[in-house]
């Protein structure tokens, strides 16, 4: 009854343009790499020449470079436009709104800030539409459909359903179907009741951070209980490791989707059931990555532009993450390209004095088999200075210290000291969220040049 009679309701009073996508994205996904870029093409041309139009802030930056949207004949042309930052979205966002767009076709949104740097942003209606497609299509990839119940380990408080009134508590059960736990502070009681809810659904799919996922799964093992499965576990907004992949399909049974999106143009890319790599969400966003010599491979920046908002256009956007290109073609069939991997947030990354960068989430896997420590986290003073905090497992001890100088001493190279501090607990940030890396500095990322390279 949801499925066929509800959700589409809804959407129709709702989402108007909402049908059109889903049928269009349905479509497009299989067509050739070619098709795809083609259209992406397309789309950049006319946002491009609506942001030069309408919108003072990129007619200026535009004008700076020398560049014309009337010259833009293939997506590479796009790296002359200098990359969109955080600050710029700060400082400048009022000339970043296109002038004569109606303001009832466009609602503000914001991000909480997790990297330090809290966003508002303009979306228009009709993009909202676009991104309710997309997530549907990634959705359906993982086998979850409108209508079906959802368990959801969620941090992010703008995202919370209200849960106050009978009105409420209808709407939940009769449109959104979702089992939720706040993640940003979880206690055994929160934990016990989560599950009670769960048992009493029984969803066949976890929507989750992928940190939240793992506490969970460790707060089952951990307790004995074996009776909470899913088919699918869709882990998004961190890193996942390949260890806490295994850990999930372990104790939930079911196999893994990692996704990869963020508030400010919705999904990004995700896997389908081939588990090759996450296809990008490419007939909405245009994914540059821009190489970085100081990392090994492939692996750049992730510069994001949202083909569809034009009533605050967001090009070359820096998102503050990291990733990789993939160069295999999924044996799905789909044209969409695949992201290999993201390697986190560049403030998830050591920067040593000697110029290399490091992966935290890659250094926290070194230590992953050492059954006697729980977790860690890095907190990086200086160039030349890290302190390692350690919540010690059973077996802890000075022979354990020795091990993990010099296991990550084999990453550091001399480049840094490391000291080690004995901690009860490692508290996620008020998101929910995990950070591998804490650091003190002033990112040296943002001096970087990040233009002529990458467009996919």
């Not at 909470?228 to 850990?247: K, Y």
């Not at 999930?248 to 990869?260: I, M, T």
Request: positive net charge; proline residues 4%.
């Amino acid at each position: 009854m949801v499925r066929n009679v509800v959700f589409p309701l809804w959407a129709k009073r709702d989402h108007p343009h909402y049908r059109q996508y889903i049928h269009e994205f349905t479509r497009t996904q299989f067509l050739s790499r070619e098709e795809i870029e083609a259209s992406q093409l397309i789309q950049l041309q006319s946002l491009l020449k609506h942001a030069y139009k309408q919108c003072p802030f990129y007619r200026k930056r535009m004008d700076d470079v020398g560049f014309s949207p009337e010259h833009c004949t293939s997506l590479n042309a796009l790296s002359k436009i200098p990359a969109l930052t955080k600050r710029d979205i700060q400082d400048f966002g009022a000339r970043m709104m296109a002038e004569g767009f109606p303001e009832s076709n466009r609602l503000r949104n914001q991000t909480g800030g997790s990297t330090g740097s809290p966003l508002q942003f303009y979306v228009d209606k009709k993009r909202y539409d676009s991104r309710l497609a997309s997530t549907v299509r990634h959705n359906l990839w993982a086998g979850l459909r409108p209508g079906d119940w959802f368990a959801q380990l969620w941090g992010a408080r703008l995202d919370q359903l209200p849960t106050g009134s009978w009105k409420d508590w209808a709407r939940n059960s009769l449109l959104y179907r979702r089992i939720e736990l706040n993640t940003s502070s979880i206690s055994e009681k929160d934990w016990a009741g989560f599950i009670s809810r769960v048992r009493a659904k029984r969803p066949r799919v976890l929507l989750a951070y992928a940190h939240s996922a793992v506490l969970f799964a460790q707060h089952l093992e951990s307790t004995g209980i074996s009776d909470i499965t899913f088919d699918s576990i869709i882990a998004t907004a961190e890193v996942l490791m390949p260890e806490q992949r295994i850990l999930l399909e372990r104790v939930f049974k079911g196999r893994v989707f990692n996704r990869y999106g963020c508030r400010e143009v919705s999904i990004i890319a995700s896997e389908c059931d081939r588990h090759e790599g996450m296809h990008v969400n490419s007939e909405a966003v245009l994914v540059e990555i821009v190489p970085d010599p100081a990392l090994k491979g492939g692996a750049g920046k992730i510069l994001v532009t949202d083909l569809l908002n034009f009533s605050m256009p967001l090009i070359r956007y820096e998102i503050g993450d990291v990733g990789e290109w993939s160069e295999k073609q999924c044996s799905c069939g789909r044209g969409l390209p695949l992201l290999q991997n993201v390697q986190g947030r560049t403030t998830d990354f050591l920067v040593l004095a000697d110029g290399r960068k490091v992966s935290g989430p890659a250094l926290t896997l070194v230590v992953a088999d050492m059954a006697d420590v729980r977790q860690v986290q890095f907190v990086q003073k200086s160039p030349a200075a890290i302190v390692l905090r350690v919540v010690p497992g059973n077996g802890y001890g000075e022979s354990t210290r020795l091990e993990l100088q010099k296991r990550l001493g084999l990453y550091l190279q001399g480049a840094a000291s490391m000291q080690i501090s004995e901690v009860e607990t490692i508290a996620s940030e008020v998101s929910g969220k995990y950070r591998f890396v804490v650091s003190e500095m002033e990112s040296p990322w943002s001096a970087e040049a990040v233009a002529g390279k990458g467009a996919q």
